[in-house]
């Protein structure tokens, strides 16, 4: 028996990130909020309209999600929508193409434990954490409880509904597995100092090259976290909704110093950098105790089949759950090797293997889907994945405009649309802003496949 099989689904059921908010009974009609604007951003409760139906987004208390729960999803994509799936870049889930009956959907998913009853309480659940978080070899601090409590702090909090949807914490407990690419409003990475475990951190950027602002033990986390939610209502105005809009006016320094709390401070916190992380997100993964297994659907998107046999494959092979990561993929914990089948992993569609053309691709939802698009970029993506041997560059980003969504970071290639089929080729340069340098103009799918199957020095003769 895989390690913590007996015990992670109790524990989760009744982890303070599962339990419904008491004010709303089951039978209460339930009336949610359809946002007529394309650029709002989706929740659970807000049902935003797309070129191809409603999308609807689930927040994943830690990105993770119990088998039953999965089928949940698949049975909702189904019956209330187009059947398309989509894992996020924050490790979360979301629904396209809902129809006529989103009431119905989401009594469904609230059914499964997937969100609070209460509409607030949902938007402002946006904590990410290592896919292997209390399971990474490399892991400093678990830092599932502190994501526990945080999460319940976000949902039963009234003041702190006031966040934006987007304003977002990250949780980085030293993994080797972990995302430190991703811009946070507020990121906690930890660190050891006198042999004690601290949570460094720092205002609007990314662990990976963030500004250490101050340290913190890691058991005054959560107080930490609170400080900086509760004075940033304090000082924000109403047109500043993310951290970094703030900080315009009020330089971090002062930001922390006005905090009131004991915050460590010196050299040795402020010099400190977090060391990169070196974890592949697919296939085998090495776990403390056993392991683990990383799948990735296809640009990100799952079929309800795909996400059944996955939740079959969690029971059968694991501990009966999975966790969504921020590269798009999902991550099988505590499983028995021996009974993954590679040959039906193939037959679904779904990749295991890092070194495959498409797992090195993203692409946003493109014109099929988006009326900002200029091109389809996923017809377009698969396209270009088709030239690329197995191997070679970095992961590539297909975007349909200037927002650049699928991705919260600058990807080290981006075709960027000009027209239906037609991209410009940005290499990510650290002395340029946006997406970096242009190589090429005015590319076919074809060509730009041609392009990016160069050995990476060649990219830039």
């Keep these: 028996m895989p390690p913590d099989k007996a015990g992670i689904i109790p524990r989760l059921l009744h982890s303070s990130a599962f339990s419904r908010l ?38 994943l208390p830690g990105g993770v999600l119990l088998a039953d729960q999965a089928e949940a999803v698949a049975t909702a994509a189904e019956r209330f929508a187009g059947g398309v799936i989509e894992a996020t870049n924050r490790g979360n889930l979301q629904i396209r193409g809902i129809g006529a009956d989103p009431a119905g959907l989401i009594e469904h998913l609230l059914a499964a434990g997937l969100g609070p009853r209460e509409a607030a309480g949902d938007d402002v659940r946006n904590v990410m954490q290592s896919p292997l978080a209390g399971l990474d070899p490399d892991m400093l601090i678990d830092t599932r409880p502190l994501s526990e409590q945080l999460l319940h702090l976000l949902e039963t909090t009234p003041r702190l509904h006031g966040l934006s949807a987007k304003f977002a914490v990250q949780l980085d407990g030293g993994e080797h597995l972990a995302m430190l690419e991703h811009p946070h409003d507020l990121w906690l990475s930890a660190m050891m100092l006198d042999g004690r475990a601290w949570y460094a951190f720092g205002l609007a950027g990314c662990p990976a090259s963030g500004q250490v602002l101050g340290a913190v033990p890691a058991e005054h986390g959560l107080t930490l976290v609170h400080a900086v939610l509760e004075r940033f209502l304090d000082l924000a105005e109403p047109a500043q909704s993310r951290m970094r809009q703030l900080l315009e006016d009020c330089p971090a320094e002062r930001f922390v ?93 779904l990749i295991w293997d890092a070194g495959q053309p498409l797992a090195r691709l993203t692409a946003c939802t493109g014109a099929a889907g988006c009326a900002k698009a200029l ?32 991705v919260a970071h600058v990807a080290p290639a981006t ?18 802003p946006g997406f970096g340098r242009l190589r ?12 990016l199957d160069l050995p990476t020095e060649h990219l830039d003769d």
Excluded: F
């Design 257 to 349: 110093d006005s905090l009131g709390l004991e915050i460590r401070r010196d050299g040795a916190v402020l010099g400190w950098r977090r060391a990169p992380a070196t974890g592949d997100w697919l296939g085998p993964l090495p776990q403390r105790q056993g392991m683990a297994w990383g799948v990735a659907p296809p640009l990100g998107r799952l079929t309800p089949v795909m996400l059944r046999s996955l939740a079959r494959l969690a029971r059968d092979a694991g501990d009966g759950s999975l966790r969504v990561s921020p590269w798009q993929s999902l991550v099988l914990p505590n499983v028995d090797l021996a009974m993954i089948d590679r040959a039906e992993l193939n037959r679904l569609g």
């Design 22 to 59: 008491p004010d709303a009974p089951l039978n209460q009609p339930l009336v949610p909020a359809v946002s007529p604007r394309p650029s709002a951003c989706p929740g659970l409760w807000r049902i935003v309209a797309a070129r191809d139906g409603g999308i609807c987004r689930i927040k």
């Design 375 to 406: 091109a389809d970029t996923k017809a377009d993506a698969l396209i270009i994945a088709s030239l690329l041997q197995k191997g070679g560059p970095g992961s590539v980003h297909v975007s349909g405009c200037l927002r650049s969504c699928a």
């Design 415 to 432: 075709l960027l649309a000009r027209s239906a089929g037609r991209y410009d080729l940005y290499l990510r340069d650290a002395n340029q």
């Design 440 to 451: 090429a103009r005015d590319l076919s799918p074809e060509e730009a496949g041609a392009m």
